[in-house]
């Protein structure tokens, strides 16, 4: 269907709606970037869990984060080819067409969906991106397992165990009224007996003794 009307205000309508088309395409590739930014933000703070503490389903976690993005990823990229092959046919037609101005994309497809997920843009990242993640996770599990080992090796070693021995009190029973091991104290004269010992008469002499 055809219309008469100025060109340029067939001009001028057409670029608008270009304009709007583009709009929901330049948000469509800002989701995109987001969902990457996202992705590197969660699969970080996994590493680092991964550096200080030991857990086992951390591998798996990375996995499932990384597939969840990739898929997020790939249905943004889909939604906006079906928008850019909008764009292409709405700059293709005559500028004397009725303009529809409706925002519709087509029909979703699994070929769509499934060319997004094998595109440049998506499989290289997060094949690269899963590579990196395991590699780092590996390197944490191997750094920690060293470091339990030589902790071990330090305490319960012949060499740390003959230092921790060095370094722990030898122990003491009582036995005959002594410690074992060690000379027993010399025991202390009472101050009475000190005292009393300036006044004791010398039996030798037969004289008092008297302090100096």
């Known amino acids: ?4 009307t100025n060109p340029d205000k067939l001009v001028d309508l057409r ?4 304009n709007m088309i583009q709009g929901v395409i330049s948000r469509m590739s800002s989701f995109s970037a987001s969902a990457k930014n996202f992705c590197i933000t969660v ?7 991964a550096f200080q503490k030991q857990v086992p389903w951390l591998g ?3 996995v499932m984060v990384l597939v969840l993005f990739g898929l997020m990823d790939s249905y943004y990229l889909s ?31 699994w070929k769509c969906f499934g060319g997004s997920i094998g595109s440049v843009s998506v499989f290289p990242f997060y094949l690269l991106l899963m590579a990196s993640m395991g590699g ?8 920690q397992s060293d470091s339990s080992k030589a902790a071990v090796a ?3 070693g012949p060499a740390g165990s003959a230092k921790e021995r060095a370094r722990q009190p030898a122990a003491l029973t009582y036995r005959g009224g002594a410690l ?17 010992a300036g006044t004791n008469t010398n039996a030798s002499a037969g004289e008092p003794v008297r302090p100096r």
């Open 15 to 18: 670029i608008a709606y270009l």
């Open 180 to 196: 074992e091991g060690r000379k027993p104290a010399p025991a202390k004269r009472p101050r009475e007996s000190v005292l009393n």
């Open 136 to 143: 780092l996770l590996y390197l944490a599990n191997h750094v």
């Open 43 to 49: 699969n970080a703070a996994i590493i680092a869990v």
């Open 154 to 156: 330090g305490v319960g």
């Open 1 to 4: 269907m055809s219309i008469t």
């Open 79 to 109: 939604l906006e080819r079906r928008y850019r092959a909008l764009y292409e046919d709405v700059a293709g037609r005559p500028l004397d067409a009725l303009p529809d101005m409706s925002l519709k994309a087509g029909a979703p497809t």
């Open 60 to 62: 798996m976690g990375a």
